[in-house]
């Protein structure tokens, strides 16, 4: 049963959260648009929380020190890929699923995606190799709905160089033909999934991206009877 149908069988009282993510490379402007994201959960006046992978809790946060270490240089693909999906296990268990159980609405910066592109296909480890641990990790939990943040890369790491993104971490530091394939990556995931997860084009200003993130959220909240 998907969460539409729970929401028409039990009623809106006893309505479950929706799990919505967010997923992107690197200077797809993700975060300023999480915020974006929450507006609009605010304004049709949805409970919410907001939340991030890798981390979101305590154990996850310590994981996600590990991992993005820039001095971690030895770090063997497959433990990447295993220590992201520990990760996501905690927070999942943790927080998202009795969030989701006592009908608080999930918003997520990266989830699964993430790990299907990064290290599934990026890294050459395979989709459904990763996707089968993450099966395990995840019980089967996808989100509802999930909104993809395209960009080129050349564009991406510009916007990071030009200090409108984060501090730097050991991913960025992959040359630009790693950023190719996390977008590659992207559209062949997208393409697996493709009722759950939203593209939008994010090579405009913020206005623009903000606007059509606004859209699809608006027109995939209706789709859910929200
Ligand atoms: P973060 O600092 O959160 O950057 P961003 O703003 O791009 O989300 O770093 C997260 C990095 O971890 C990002 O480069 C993507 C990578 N990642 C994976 O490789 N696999 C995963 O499963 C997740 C969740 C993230």
Redesign the pocket.
Known sequence: MNVHEQVQEEGVNRRKGLFITLE???GAG??SLMEEAARVLEARGIQYMTT???GGIRIAESIREI??NPSHTEMDART?ALL?AAA?RQHLAEKVEPMLAQGITVLS????D??LV??GYARGLGIEEVLSINMFATAGRFPDMTFYLDIEPEQGLARIAAGQ??EV?R??LEGLSFHHKVREGYRIVSGMFPSRIHEIDASGSFEEVAAALTARLDAALKDFGV
């Open positions: 992107g490379g690197e993700k975060t991030r992978e890798p991992i993005l990447e992201y996501r910066d990266r989830f699964v993430s790990s990064y290290q993104g984060r971490n991913l960025d």
